[in-house]
Nanobody, 122 residues
Framework: VQLQASGGGLVQAGDSLRLSCAAS????????MGWFRQVPGREREFVAA????????YYGNSVKGRVTISRDNAKNTVYLRMNSLKPEDTAVYYC????????????????WGKGTQVTVSS
C-alpha cells in the first residue's frame, strides 16, 4: 500500500481544513487507517484512526471534539476533517495504515505516507 497525503496549507486560527490520503493497492479496504502529526524536535503524536469499514474511530486527546476521520473505500481515500484549528495544531501530518486501529496506539504501523504540512497562524 502506498499512501499520499494532501490538503495541508496555511490557515488562520479558527479555520477548518480537510486532509486527504489516497492509497494505492487493492488491499486498502482491509487496513485500518489513521493520522499522526509531528513537530520538529518532538515525538510523533497520534491524531486519529479508523477501522477498515469505518465502524470504529479513535482520536487523540489533543484533537478530540475538533477532528473527524472518515474513509471512502471505493475511492481508496481516508480523510481528516479538522475544525477550530489552533496554532498548536501546526505540524506535518502523516497518514498511515495498520491491521487494526489499536496498532496506532500500541505501535506496529505497516505503511507510512509522506506528510503534508499544516500551519495555523494566530
Amino acid at each position: 500500500v502506498q499512501l499520499q497525503a494532501s490538503g495541508g496549507g496555511l490557515v488562520q486560527a479558527g479555520d477548518s481544513l480537510r486532509l486527504s490520503c489516497a492509497a494505492s493497492g487493492r488491499t486498502f479496504s482491509t487496513y485500518a487507517m489513521g493520522w499522526f502529526r509531528q513537530v520538529p524536535g518532538r515525538e510523533r503524536e497520534f491524531v486519529a484512526a479508523i477501522s477498515w469499514n469505518g465502524g470504529s474511530t479513535y482520536y487523540g486527546n489533543s484533537v478530540k471534539g475538533r477532528v473527524t476521520i472518515s474513509r471512502d473505500n471505493a475511492k481508496n481515500t481516508v480523510y481528516l476533517r479538522m475544525n477550530s484549528l489552533k496554532p498548536e495544531d501546526t505540524a506535518v501530518y502523516y497518514c498511515a495504515a495498520a491491521p487494526t486501529p489499536t496498532y496506532f496506539l500500541d505501535g506496529g504501523i505497516n505503511y507510512w505516507g509522506k506528510g503534508t504540512q499544516v500551519t495555523v497562524s494566530s
